[in-house]
Every structure is written in C-alpha cells, then in structure tokens.
C-alpha cells in the first residue's frame, strides 16, 4: 500500500522538509537550504503556496509553450493530497514555500474571505507560471512574512502576517487573471469543446440516463479543475459555467418545443430534468414565458 504522510501542523511540515519551527503557525521555507527528496505523497491539513525558480520541475505541472518560465506558483489547502513523482530519482528542490495553519487565520478577515481564492482548489496541472517581475513581487511577499516571522512575537504580529499573506495572495489573483488573458486562444479551444461536449450529451441521450449536465462533470470531461474551470467560463463568457449550461439547455429545449408531438413533460425528461415544473421553472427564468407558451407563440 502506498504510504501517504499527513501533515497537521506547521512543526510537521518543516520537519518533513528539514527546516526550522519559528512560529507554530506559519513559516517560510527556503528550498535552497533543504536537503534532497525523492519520491513522496502527502495529506495537507495545512495551507502552502509553492514557489518553484523553474517552470517544469518535479512536481508534475502542465507546461505550454506560451507561459512565462521564470517561476511557478501551486496552491495547497487543507484536505487536499500532493506529491512528488521523479521516478526515484533525487531531487534538489529551488524556491520557497509558505505554509500556514488555519488557526492563523481565525478572527481575521481572511479567514472568510480565503474561500474566495479558488486557485486554492486548481489542479497542479493548472498551476500559475510567473514573468521575471511577477517573481520578485511574489519573493518581497515572502521576505516581509519572513521578517515578521523572525520577528519576536508580540500583539501585532498575526496582524501583519496574516495582512501580507493577504497581499501575496491578491497578487496571484492579478497573476491568474493575466494568465487567463495570455491563454486566450487556447480558452477558446476549451470553449468549443466544452460546447461541442453539451451538444453530444443532449443530442447522444446522455441527458436522459445520467441527468442535467453540472459544472462538475463537464470539468472532468474536459480535465480541468471544477474551479480552474469554472473562473476560466467566466473569464472568457462573462458568465458562470452553471448560467452558460443552462443557456445551452434552454437553447436545446426551444429546438425541441418545435416538435408538437412531444409533451412538455417528455422533453422535459429528454433534457434530464426530474420533474416537469423545474424545468419549466427555469425555461420561464429564462426566457419569461413557460415552455407551453413559447410553443404556442411559435
């Protein structure tokens, strides 16, 4: 059986690394100064953000020839399992890691608003890759945590680091929303999949066996991240991934309502929904008339 190491604390991580405890709840560790690896997997009941120096390293990141290469940036939150794969061979690791306990959030702001940063939840396939300038932002965010951490410890310090880690993280907001509009055309590749995907599962009965498509299915479909997914729908649409399946499904109703011979209750289940008033609550949503009267307007 495959042994995963779990990771409770900040103390666990750094002693799994090799690095020294300054502060039970948070720390920045130098990769520089660390020992080599080899292959691991472990179980995070903490925060981390790396920062690899190299664009494709030992963790397992998709690389596109149209990235920036000067650094990568991987988002790790409680519950969530990472590893490293480099077919046993030894690794040295270059850059940094911020890791921090969720107790340091408690009583802050932050601690609501984290769950807003949904690079949080993005596959490591879907990792943030850094210009130059991107990279010596990201590193000034780590040496002031760092400086406070060194620090010793008094009644503003969780104030301090809890307001940079804050800023670190609405830095690679910015960075995500720059990399989504560096992607474009490669979006709009994942965009017409994604509706030639919605097209095969109404037209392939899909719809009828396995219900109303969610966000969640048409992300796997596609290999994404249900969020990388769903911010990437939004980025492109100006809608959510939910709105823009259900545009798609009242598209394919009305197509449907022209064909007299079928009930609204048939095409109803033909679409997947369970039962006939959702979906004619929706239809209405929609388009303000219920599926009878836009048959009969027809």
């Not at 040295?92 to 890791?99: N, S």
């Not at 802050?108 to 991107?134: C, G, P, R």
Request: proline share 2%.
């Amino acid at each position: 059986m495959e042994r995963i190491d779990r990771i409770k604390t900040v103390k666990q991580y750094n002693d799994s690394v090799g690095a020294e405890t300054l502060h039970p709840l948070v720390s920045v560790v130098n990769f520089d100064e660390i020992p080599t690896y080899q292959y691991f997997k472990r179980y995070m009941g903490v925060y981390a953000v790396f920062l690899k120096y190299i664009k494709c390293g030992d963790m397992r990141y998709g690389c596109q020839s149209y990235d920036y290469e000067d650094g990568t940036l991987v988002f790790i939150s409680p519950g969530q399992i990472y590893g490293i794969d480099n077919r046993n061979e030894i690794i040295k690791p270059w850059g940094k890691a911020l890791v921090f306990h969720p107790d340091l959030l408690a009583g802050t702001s932050l601690a609501k608003q984290i769950k807003d940063y949904s690079f949080f939840s993005y596959e490591v396939n879907e990792a943030l890759h850094l210009s130059k300038k991107e990279r010596k932002t990201i590193n000034d965010c780590f040496e002031k945590i760092l400086n406070e951490i060194d620090l010793n410890i008094d009644k503003h310090s969780k104030t301090l680091i809890v307001s940079n880690i804050e800023l670190l993280l609405n830095y690679c907001m910015r960075y995500y929303d720059r990399q989504f509009i560096t992607r474009t055309h490669v979006n709009k590749d994942i965009l017409i999949r994604f509706e030639n995907l919605l097209k095969d599962y109404f037209t392939s009965g899909k719809s009828k066996t396995l219900g109303l498509p969610s966000v969640t299915y048409c992300a796997e479909q596609l290999f994404l991240s249900a969020n990388y997914f769903g911010d990437l729908i939004k980025k492109e649409t100006g809608s959510t991934a939910l709105d823009y399946i259900q545009s798609k499904l009242i598209e394919e109703a009305k197509a449907i309502l022209f064909d007299h011979e079928k009930s609204v209750s048939d095409i109803a289940y033909e679409l997947g929904f369970k039962y006939q008033q959702h979906f004619t609550r929706l239809f209405k949503q929609k388009t303000g008339l219920t599926p009878l009267q836009y048959r009969i307007n027809g």
